[in-house]
């Protein structure tokens, strides 16, 4: 009005708006919750508004998601990715997973440490709950121990029904293949070349990567494996996930686990097959058994396969 010399009343009518809009003035306050964003967004800085405004609610905060959004892009909060142009290729249908222990998801990750060693991340995880069942340190991962790591799992939550993974040499070894017969164990490998074939460790690995590892300074093996540790805690317990409604994987288990009625008393499981993750034969013997069939194997022939089997 002031560049063109004229009323406020006369620039109304030509905008057709009333006086009144012209001369709102906004009496919100938003300091406190700019604040309070500022601060869980310095604690985690790759969060978004909407697991931001999950962590507001649990405070108490009474607050509307749009206002959370509006807020967190005005105090110029926003987490820049990088969007990466994909090529779309047609995949085969996976099962539809209904309950947990299903399918776990395994794989490996890589840092180094301030001293430039290199360290590599054995990953475990429940591809029905998005738990993270195990995250391993060390400077090396042979198949014996990845296959000790996945025992202490069996040990206390059952064993699965398959193992997905890619075509690593410690998760093709013989010794891999024979422990996956003697537990009862389905080794699923992708295609190679194909990673997202295990998109839910691809993902986990992602936001491992994205939270702790390029978010903190190792110093050696040992206090990667605390922080490492310490993350995971974090996102098993309190990291809301969106592929759950916004619950923590535990707190989606536990909602399963209240969900499942409990068995009728006196219910005989004698005669029931044996659980996976329980061995069948001596583990010497499996494993001697596993190295006879997985070298007759490239042999080729019906009679071959009979004579492993039996």
Known sequence: MADYAMSQRRACELMEIPRSTCRYVSRRDDGPLRERLRELAEERPRFGYRRLHVLLRRDGWQVNHKRVQRVYRAAGLTVKRLRRRRLTRSAFPRPVLTAPNQEWAIDFASDVTHAQQRMRIFSVVDAYTRECLALEVDTSFPSRRVTRVLDNLMATRGGPAALRSDNGPELCSRHYLAWCIERRVQPIHIQPGRPMQNGH?????????????????????????????????????????????????????????????????????????????????????????????????HQGGEGTERSCIT
């Open 201 to 297: 460790v691809e993902s986990f690995h992602g936001r491992l990567r994205d939270e702790c590892l390029n978010t903190s300074w190792f110093w050696n093996l040992w206090d990667a494996r605390r922080k490492i540790a310490a993350w995971r805690e974090e996102y098993n317990q309190r990291r809301p996930h969106s592929a759950l409604g916004y619950l923590t994987p535990k707190e989606f288990r536990e909602s399963l686990a209240r969900a499942v009625p409990s068995p009728p008393e006196g219910s005989d499981s004698a005669g029931a097959a044996a659980p996976q993750g329980q061995a069948l034969r001596a583990p010497a013997a499996a494993l001697t058994r596993g190295n006879a069939c997985a070298e007759d194997s």
